[in-house]
Structures are given as structure tokens and as C-alpha cells.
């Protein structure tokens, strides 16, 4: 089982950025990927960008591509999602998931970390 722990939520402004750190522990995590999802009130929860552990490579939602950016840093067991141009839409909880075997499957998930964007 892999320990995810999110961070870096907050209240800001429409138009800033934040960065939300996931740290992951427990495991091994070379054949992962790491995804990134929210769940705004009242709405079903929404995948928003994913990245392997090997060779860092990415694939992100159509709506964010461009606004929102999925990094690792392996040596700190750490995924961040640098989110910029934030909307009020962006309002969510924000979770971190682990895909132990690269096949699209989320078997593990963090706590959450709300994000909330005031217009």
C-alpha cells in the first residue's frame, strides 16, 4: 500500500496560482504513475493530469492542458500540479491517486487539499 499525502491548498483570488505537493511513501515507485483528481460539491470527481515515476511522461484533461502542469521529483517521492490562471471553477478538493501497476487503475488515494478561487 502506498501513504499519499497532499498539500499546498488554499483560498486565493481568480487569476493566481498555487502548487499542490502530493508525498508518497511505503513503496517502491518506479512502475507507477501518479494522477491528480477533484471533486468540486455536488459534482463526480474528475482526473486532471497523470505522470510515471519512470521517464516523467505526462497526459493531461483537454480543459487544463495548458493551465495546469504535473511534475515529480523522484528523489523526494513527491508529484506537485503547479496550477496557474485559477478560475472559480477550479473550487475542489484536490486528491492525489497512485496507479501501482501503470494500467490506469487508482489504487491508492490522499486525504484531499481544498482549493477554493473567490472571483
Known amino acids: 500500500q502506498v501513504q499519499l499525502v497532499e498539500s499546498g491548498g488554499g483560498l486565493v483570488q481568480a487569476g493566481d496560482s498555487l502548487r499542490l505537493s502530493c508525498v508518497a511513501s511505503?513503496?517502491?515507485?518506479?512502475?507507477?504513475?501518479m494522477g491528480w483528481f477533484r471533486q468540486a460539491p455536488g459534482k463526480e470527481r474528475e482526473f486532471l493530469a497523470r505522470i510515471r515515476w519512470s521517464g516523467g511522461s505526462t497526459y493531461y484533461r483537454a480543459s487544463v492542458k495548458g493551465r495546469f502542469t504535473i511534475s515529480r521529483d523522484n528523489a523526494k517521492n513527491t508529484v506537485y500540479l503547479q496550477m496557474n490562471s485559477l478560475k472559480p471553477e477550479d473550487t475542489a478538493v484536490y486528491y492525489c491517486a497512485a496507479d501501482r501497476d501503470g494500467n490506469g487503475q487508482y489504487e491508492d488515494w490522499g486525504q484531499g487539499t481544498q482549493v477554493t478561487v473567490s472571483s
Open positions: 511505503g513503496r517502491t515507485f518506479s512502475n507507477y504513475a
